[in-house]
């Protein structure tokens, strides 16, 4: 898979890929490109406020590690506030992207390509906080490979560390609470992000951009209290979750979930 490349490939039957290691595939450079041309991260940095700063803070947590850079929005966040920040990625676009929206804002990342599966292959040190932000930890298909991916972060945090996870409301699309048209926290006005197909073990969302050019994640739909329940067995003492950036989410439903998994 060249990072250049350009289509997304899914085969004839888009519904049938649910392969944890498509995802290199699935950000092609054309997708990374057009996604941060339409996402405003200064938007993005007012709708989260200081909610991650402040979890980092209130736990000691001064050494980062960026497990899902993406295009780099919050290691780039977390270095402006004065956080040492290491960050790590499984796609090679990716990171180059992350590098060039850093260095264009005038901080060079640190930057390791290691997928989450076989992370400490490739860091080799310990941080106080692992961040796995942006529905990120969805792009694991099978249960095995979310329990190595969360034992992979256990390892590297240390010993009184904090995993923060978020992951969209899944229930809520699984459960039909919400109109499936509703568009999604973080895509601005110009994407129209839409769960185009949903059963227990897919969640195939399509992402339109202006003059109908068109991407999918075929992502795996993550019940919240799934996630809880694998945080708590890979060994974490305590998992509290957040709905939206809010500590109290029961009167609405919330677009996102996040979750804080302390080591000790
Ligand atoms: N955190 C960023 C944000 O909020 O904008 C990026 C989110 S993007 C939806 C998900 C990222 O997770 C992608 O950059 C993808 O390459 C990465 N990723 C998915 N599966 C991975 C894996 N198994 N190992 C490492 N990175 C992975």
């Excluded at 909610?51 to 050494?63: P, S, T, Y």
């Excluded at 850079?69 to 960050?87: I, N, Y």
Aim: hydrophobic residues 35%; charged residues 30%; contains cysteine.
């Amino acid at each position: 898979m060249s990072i250049h490349a350009q289509s997304q490939d899914f085969g004839e039957n888009p519904l049938e890929v649910r392969d944890t290691d498509h995802y290199t595939s699935e950000y092609v450079h054309s997708f990374v490109e057009r996604w941060d041309q339409l996402i405003d991260w200064d938007a993005r940095a007012s709708g989260e406020g200081n909610f991650f700063m402040e979890v980092l803070r209130e736990h000691g947590a001064r050494k980062v590690l960026d497990a899902a850079t993406g295009t780099g929005f919050h290691s780039v966040q977390l270095l402006r506030a004065g956080f040492e920040v290491t960050s790590a990625d499984g796609s090679p676009a990716m990171l180059a992207k992350a590098f060039e929206n850093a260095r264009q804002r005038s901080h060079i990342l640190r930057t390791v390509h290691a997928d989450w599966r076989w992370l400490n292959r490739d860091v080799h040190d310990y941080y106080d906080a692992v961040i796995c932000l942006g529905n990120s930890f969805t792009h694991l298909h099978d249960d095995n490979d979310r329990r190595k991916a969360l034992a992979e972060f256990y390892a590297t945090l240390r010993h009184d560390g904090i995993l923060i996870l978020d992951q969209r409301n899944y229930d809520a699309i699984l459960d039909r609470r919400v109109e499936p048209t509703h568009n999604y926290y973080y895509c601005g006005d110009n994407v129209r992000a839409t769960p185009e197909y949903v059963d227990e073990s897919l969640a195939r969302f399509r992402y339109e951009f202006p003059g109908k050019e068109v991407f999918h994640l075929n992502m795996f739909p993550l019940r919240k209290n799934y996630v809880r329940r694998l945080l708590r067995e890979v060994g974490f003492q305590k998992v509290t979750t957040y709905g939206d950036f809010q500590e109290t989410y029961h009167d609405k439903e919330p677009d996102f979930f996040i979750h804080v998994a302390e080591k000790s």
